[in-house]
């Protein structure tokens, strides 16, 4: 059995071991959320110019190949970060607040470091030959890192905002924030660098484009930690 696979296994015996202790279903539920953003993998491919990795998937609309390495074992993987995070908050291991939120992003950076390499062994890392990323003046691999944790820290924010709310309200926001972030960090916040590269610019501008994107990314962070910091004083029910 691989380490992704073990790894997976234990994530998810660690979602269903909080199900019992706190009754929550969220951590499940985020689980679920990073699965379905994994089905968005073959857009980055195109944007990104990645070429796809070798090995079995599952096609979508009988044209868009998905790994099941990334679907099965990135998505815990994607999810990881947010919800060692949300634990830490719910039982005040560490406090919700800016700089906090900063820091916990530059440890996920980390984090995404090590499983690009691990993801990699299993010929399924994201970025992996990645043309347009290569323009750039940062690693692929930094790129990559940079970008997921913006997506990690806004399925966290979902999660965070949503914790007083009935399940039945907080279901749809929970599975989709996965998606929601996805779409806003790889694919708004990082338009800049993948926009230049499709219309075809050279090395200079697809890095002045990078640097722009690597703006806007940090921006969307520092949005993140100013709302979760904003209602840190609130008492509410975590749900």
Not at 26 to 37: C, N
Not at 143 to 170: C, D, F, I, K
């Amino acid at each position: 059995m691989s380490l992704l696979v073990l790894v997976t296994i234990f994530i998810y015996a660690a979602a269903i071991a909080l199900l019992w202790r706190e009754r929550s279903l969220r951590y499940l539920l985020l689980l679920f959320a990073g699965h379905l953003a994994m089905v968005l993998t073959p857009a980055w491919q195109r944007v990104y110019q990645i070429t796809p990795a070798d090995g079995s998937g599952f096609t979508l609309f009988g044209r868009f190949e998905v790994s099941w390495t990334l679907f099965i074992n990135g998505g815990p993987l994607l999810v990881l970060p947010a919800l060692t995070f949300y634990y830490g908050l719910r039982h005040k291991l560490w406090p919700r607040h800016y700089a906090a939120i900063w820091l916990a992003y530059a440890v996920f950076v980390i984090y995404f470091l090590l499983v690009e390499s691990l993801l990699e062994r299993s010929g399924a890392g994201l970025f992996s030959d990645a043309l347009l990323v290569d323009d750039t003046i940062l690693p692929a691999e930094v790129v990559q890192a940079v970008l997921l944790s913006g997506v990690s820290l806004g399925m966290l924010y979902t999660l965070v905002s949503t914790r007083h709310y009935a399940l039945q309200v907080a279901l749809v926001p929970l599975l989709l924030s996965g998606v929601v972030a996805s779409l806003l960090f790889l694919g708004i916040f990082a338009s800049p660098l993948w926009v230049s590269a499709l219309l075809g610019q050279d090395g200079l501008l697809v890095t002045i484009a990078g640097l722009v994107s690597l703006a806007l990314v940090l921006w969307g962070v520092h949005l993140l930690a100013s709302g979760l910091h904003a209602n840190r004083r609130q008492q509410l029910l975590w749900r």
